[in-house]
């Protein structure tokens, strides 16, 4: 019989597949990377946001979502408008365009995830949580800058457009 670091192995590589299958499709159907979806929803869901204020609200950094804009504003997907009383101030809203990109979109991976993560018993919800922090102990991957959204690659990365591939 295998040996359960095998076990723990072919898990490991069942949720990078699970991942990697979510992107392909979320770039297929949507030509959107999980952070620029998130990015697209924080902005339909609240309205027109501060650039500050979208980074708190999906949990990046600022210069992450910099450039994620940057990227959707080149696609018409979002748009940007300076302040009129302080000019440094830069407010992001969805287009109509993004909306259209939003509607045909499929769910996300960690959607589904924190889901059904939410209806365990809070005590598993810390076995998980305990398990997977140790994983990434044995991975000596402590120190690797992540966010809470299930993608592969950097979490900028644009998939190619239709004309592109």
């Given at each position: ?5 095998e076990?723990a192995?072919?898990?490991?590589r069942?949720?990078l597949?699970?991942?990697e299958a979510?992107?392909r ?6 030509g959107?990377t ?37 990227k959707?504003?080149a ?9 009129e ?8 809203a ?13 769910d ?10 939410g209806r ?24 690797i ?7 592969v690659?950097?979490?900028?990365d ?8």
């Amino acid at each position: 019989m295998h040996d359960l670091s095998e076990h723990a192995l072919v898990a490991l590589r069942r949720i990078l597949k699970a991942t990697e299958a979510s992107a392909r499709s979320l770039a297929r159907h949507a030509g959107l990377t999980a952070s620029q979806l998130l990015v697209l929803r924080a902005l339909r869901t609240r309205g027109e946001m501060l650039t500050g204020e979208l980074a708190r609200a999906v949990d990046l950094r600022l210069a992450t979502v910099s450039i994620l804009v940057d990227k959707l504003q080149a696609n018409g997907l979002v748009r940007r408008r300076r302040g009129e009383r302080d000019r440094r101030r830069v407010w992001v809203a969805v287009t109509d365009q993004g909306v259209a990109v939003l509607d045909a979109a499929p769910d996300l991976l960690q959607e589904t995830f924190r889901q059904r993560f939410g209806r365990l018993p809070d005590w598993e919800q810390a076995g998980v949580v305990a398990a997977l922090l140790r994983v990434v102990s044995l991975l000596d991957a402590g120190d690797i800058d992540a966010s809470p959204v299930l993608d592969v690659g950097a979490v900028t990365d644009l998939p190619p457009s239709r004309g592109d591939e």
